[in-house]
């Protein structure tokens, strides 16, 4: 039953590409577009650095290595905050524990598209500001209940090996998964004609965009929701990263959760004051 039901579901999606192909076309220049100059030029240099970082064994600098990833996924965003600790983990630098728990509070969006977004949606520099703050502020909350399950460091330092060439193969890699994940989602919720709420749990960018001509209610805390959730097409990206290791997504998507719970409510207080 369940194998008739997909089979039924992607006939009726093929069917539905192959009736609105200009949505399909559209929607992929579109996503080409966003990935070209809005998430390759930042995404793809921050994971060759990162990658050099690991290779020379700088987090070994830090008394705690989830600090260390936790203060690099804050400057380089999501997905490279997944390929800093699958890469670590790799290494043997932390243990499964640490990289399981370090996903929960380890997914920060690029600030200057975050400001960018928010300042077109609301047209106010206090609440782009003060949205990213929240944003920043319910991973650091997280951090902080989960502190104490963190195991110790593994302490080893390695001969420096930095070979450029294979980390921009890295980079190339995963830059182009997020391409094709991105495309993906955009072209399903258009093809679907989903609403912003479904298109901003999908794809958040999408989502984002939806709002800035749109007058409702309580459009900060929506907003804030799909940043916190970050979309399905973000969690994908995540997944086939830790999917090359036994990391567990779970705990990336709990971490969400959590992180859309906490927002979501400093969002409320901080509105209605």
Same mark, same amino acid.
């Given at each position: 039953?369940?194998? $008739?039901? *997909?089979? /039924?579901t992607?006939?009726?999606?093929?069917?539905? %590409? &192959?009736?609105? @192909?200009?949505?399909? #076309? +559209?929607?992929?220049?579109?996503?080409?577009?966003?990935?070209?100059?809005k998430?390759?030029?930042?995404?793809?240099?921050?994971?060759?650095?990162?990658?050099?970082?690991?290779?020379?064994?700088?987090?070994?600098?830090?008394?705690?290595?989830?600090?260390?990833?936790?203060?690099?996924?804050?400057?380089s965003?999501?997905?490279?905050?997944?390929?800093?600790?699958?890469?670590?983990?790799?290494?043997?630098?932390?243990?499964?524990?640490?990289?399981?728990?370090?996903?929960?509070?380890?997914?920060?969006?690029?600030?200057?598209?975050?400001?960018?977004?928010?300042?077109?949606?609301?047209?106010?520099?206090?609440?782009? $500001?003060? *949205?990213? /703050?929240?944003?920043?502020?319910?991973?650091?909350? %997280? &951090?902080?209940? @989960?502190?104490?399950? #963190? +195991?110790?460091?593994?302490?080893s330092?390695?001969?420096?090996?930095?070979?450029?060439?294979?980390?921009?193969?890295?980079?190339?890699?995963?830059?182009?998964?997020?391409?094709?994940?991105?495309?993906?989602?955009?072209?399903?919720?258009?093809?679907?004609?989903?609403?912003?709420?479904?298109k901003?749990?999908?794809?958040?960018?999408?989502?984002?965009?939806?709002?800035?001509?749109?007058?409702?209610?309580?459009?900060?805390?929506?907003?804030?929701?799909?940043?916190?959730?970050?979309?399905?097409s973000i969690?994908?990206?995540?997944?086939?990263?830790?999917?090359?290791?036994?990391?567990?997504?779970?705990?990336?998507?709990?971490?969400?959760?959590?992180?859309?719970?906490?927002?979501?409510?400093?969002? &409320?207080?901080?509105?209605?004051?």
């Amino acid at each position: 039953m369940k194998k $008739i039901l *997909l089979y /039924l579901t992607i006939f009726i999606l093929i069917l539905l %590409i &192959f009736f609105n @192909y200009s949505v399909v #076309l +559209d929607s992929t220049i579109f996503a080409v577009n966003l990935w070209l100059y809005k998430v390759f030029p930042y995404l793809f240099i921050m994971i060759i650095i990162n990658d050099i970082l690991i290779c020379s064994d700088f987090q070994s600098l830090f008394k705690n290595t989830s600090l260390y990833i936790f203060i690099m996924s804050l400057l380089s965003g999501t997905p490279t905050s997944a390929y800093i600790i699958t890469n670590l983990y790799k290494l043997n630098k932390i243990s499964k524990n640490n990289a399981n728990i370090t996903l929960l509070f380890t997914y920060f969006s690029n600030p200057l598209f975050l400001y960018t977004i928010l300042n077109a949606i609301f047209l106010s520099k206090y609440i782009a $500001i003060k *949205l990213m /703050l929240i944003h920043y502020l319910s991973n650091i909350i %997280i &951090f902080i209940i @989960y502190n104490k399950k #963190l +195991d110790r460091s593994i302490k080893s330092f390695n001969k420096i090996n930095i070979n450029i060439t294979e980390s921009i193969k890295k980079a190339m890699s995963t830059t182009s998964m997020v391409l094709g994940t991105i495309t993906f989602y955009l072209v399903l919720s258009n093809v679907l004609n989903l609403n912003f709420y479904l298109k901003g749990l999908l794809e958040m960018t999408q989502g984002l965009n939806s709002l800035i001509n749109l007058s409702i209610n309580f459009k900060e805390i929506i907003a804030m929701i799909f940043i916190s959730f970050g979309g399905f097409s973000i969690h994908t990206q995540v997944k086939c990263i830790v999917d090359e290791t036994d990391v567990e997504y779970k705990y990336y998507f709990l971490g969400r959760i959590y992180q859309t719970i906490i927002a979501v409510l400093l969002t &409320f207080l901080t509105t209605i004051t």
